[in-house]
Every structure is written in structure tokens, then in C-alpha cells.
């Protein structure tokens, strides 16, 4: 057993006053504690400016599961626009023993940030909770119908919250890897659902924004902890991700060698939904909303469950 060097004692590059905590591999800064959540606010301030992600006036829905990222965000938001312009939206997806915790955190900090919260359930929204849909999902991923549940759920509670933006917690690292997985397998119309710059929007829906979009997994946990966010302990009983935890370990390792790249997968996400014409898709035959098919994914996907179900019964 080696004795660990003792590292210099740095001091923050921000106020040249306070003991650094940490340091910023991608610009060479020290922080200190209090700059360190002074800049994560002010990039997101900065963020939304520069993409005009909420514009003057408008009324912002947040999403809310409860985790870390999302209670970060409603705080700062908080901060920045006024409690009043806030909805904090919380997606029950019923998964007992896991999503109470969560669902009580997204309540508690809203309440305490003087937020209106509401709260969605897969129950009441489709007739299913994720528990009752465990026995029925045969070859779908309970992430994949997790997901496609859960964007509807939001676009109808932020229509019935009459919100114009509906921002959601999605970080660097969350869009980086989005785009990444798009590029394996070729659905480049997803690129559009996830545009990092403009939102993306239909007739139907609020502009849906990330206002966090430049801003590293690593810093939010940090902020979180800084700012005594409660911390989940339960992960979800259903996760498999599949591709996406080597893709997220892949783009670790290419950061740690080469500080700044995610940024740069970023630029060029951006420059390639800029550079591409979506197709202006149709609308589903049965519930009318946005789809690429005759029916969109959730009527599909109910279609599965619904005859999945059939069989099990009889
Ligand atoms: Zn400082
Ligand atoms: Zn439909």
C-alpha cells in the first residue's frame, strides 16, 4: 500500500479567495464550493438565453421523477423564472417498493420551493401500472415501454397544466449518449425528439427543452450533494438499458482522455439536426396524435399488452 501524494492546495479560479473543492478538467478552473454552484446556475441561465428555451412570460411544466437532476432543476428554475410560472409534473409509473421514495421527494421539495405539483399515473393514464405490465411486455424492454408511456404522460399533463415549455432534466451526458445510440441504429427522425438545441414541438405538444443540456452528469451529482437534494435508494427493479450503459461508459473513458469531447459530440449533434429536414409526420388513425405509422407507438404498444394479456387469460 502506497501513501497518496498530498495534493497542493488549490485555490478557486472563480473568487481567488476560497479553498478549491474541484477541478474542472475541461477548462482548467478550480472552484470552491459556493462558485462551483454559482456556475452551475449560471450555465443553466446561460443555456436557456442563448437557445431561447423559455421565452419572456411563458409558463414552464417541469418534469419531476423525484431523482437528483430533476429536484436540481426545479430549483434552479425556481430561482430564476418564479415559482408562480411552475408546474413540477411527476410520472407515476407504479412500481411498488421503488417509486414511492422518489414520488415523496418530487412532492416534499416542490412544496418547500412553493411549486404547484401534479401527479400522473400509468394506472389511470393506460389502464396499466409497470408491475401489471411485467407479465405481459414479451419481447419489448420494460425501458422501451417505460419510455413510451412516459413521454405521453407528460405531454398530457403539461396540456392539461396549460404549460407552453414542458423541461425535463436530461443532462450532457444523457443527450450525448442519445445521440450516439440514434447513430447505431440509423432512426435519425429520433434525432428531432431529442433536438438538444431549439425543443422540439408538434401542433399537440409543449416545446419540450433541456435546459441542463450542457452541463456534465458528474457536476449535477455534485450540486445535488451541495445542495442536500435527498438521494434515492432503491434503483429500479426493471432497469435494463441495454446498449446504453457501454455507451455511456465508452464516452467516460474518451472524456477522461480527452477533456471537452462531449461538448464537441454535442456541436456536431446540433449541426446535424440543423442540417436536416424532418418529416412533417402524420397523426395517429386511432388517438389522433403525432405519429410516423398508421398508429402511434402507445396505441401499438397498448395493442401488445392488450393481446398479450388476452392470452394469459385464457
Ligand atoms: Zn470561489
Ligand atoms: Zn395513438
Given at each position: 500500500m502506497g501513501v497518496s501524494p498530498q495534493l497542493p492546495a488549490y485555490t478557486c479560479s472563480k473568487c481567488k479567495k476560497r479553498p478549491a473543492f474541484y477541478n474542472r478538467a475541461y477548462s482548467g478552473e478550480y472552484l470552491c464550493k459556493k462558485c462551483f454552484v454559482k456556475a452551475i446556475y449560471k450555465k443553466t441561465v446561460e443555456t436557456i438565453k442563448k437557445y431561447k428555451l423559455i421565452n419572456y412570460g411563458e409558463r414552464v411544466g417541469v418534469g419531476v421523477s423525484g431523482g437528483k437532476d430533476s429536484l436540481s432543476l426545479l430549483f434552479i428554475l425556481s430561482k430564476f423564472l418564479?415559482?408562480?410560472r411552475l408546474v413540477s409534473i411527476t410520472i407515476d409509473e407504479g412500481i411498488a417498493g421503488y417509486r414511492e421514495e422518489a414520488v415523496g421527494f418530487a412532492e416534499t421539495v416542490s412544496r418547500r420551493l412553493g411549486v404547484k405539483h401534479v401527479v400522473y399515473t400509468y394506472k389511470q393514464l393506460f389502464g396499466r401500472s409497470m408491475d401489471e405490465v411485467q407479465p405481459l411486455?414479451?419481447?419489448?424492454?420494460s425501458c422501451s415501454i417505460c419510455g413510451t408511456f412516459r413521454r405521453r404522460a407528460l405531454d398530457i399533463a403539461a396540456e392539461e397544466a396549460g404549460v407552453d415549455v414542458l423541461a425535463t432534466a436530461h443532462n450532457l451526458d444523457d443527450l450525448v449518449q442519445s445521440f450516439l445510440i440514434i447513430l447505431t441504429n440509423g432512426?435519425?427522425?429520433r434525432l428531432a425528439e431529442a433536438n438538444p438545441a431549439v425543443g422540439y414541438s408538434t401542433a399537440f405538444s409543449a416545446r419540450k427543452v433541456h435546459?441542463?443540456?450542457?452541463?456534465y452528469e458528474r457536476e449535477l451529482a455534485i450540486f445535488a450533494m451541495l445542495k442536500r437534494f435527498p438521494m434515492q435508494s432503491v434503483t429500479c427493479p426493471y432497469m435494463n438499458e441495454g446498449i446504453r450503459t457501454e455507451v455511456r461508459n465508452f464516452l467516460n473513458t474518451l472524456e477522461e482522455g480527452h477533456p471537452g469531447i462531449k461538448f464537441e459530440l454535442l456541436r456536431s449533434y446540433e449541426g446535424l439536426v440543423e442540417r436536416r429536414t424532418f418529416r412533417n409526420g402524420g397523426s395517429c388513425s386511432r388517438c389522433g396524435r403525432p405519429s410516423r405509422g398508421s398508429l402511434c407507438q402507445v396505441c401499438m404498444m397498448m395493442d401488445a399488452l392488450d393481446e398479450a394479456s388476452r392470452l394469459h387469460g385464457g
Open positions: 418564479g415559482a408562480e411486455k414479451g419481447d419489448h424492454s432512426d435519425l427522425d435546459p441542463f443540456m450542457a452541463i
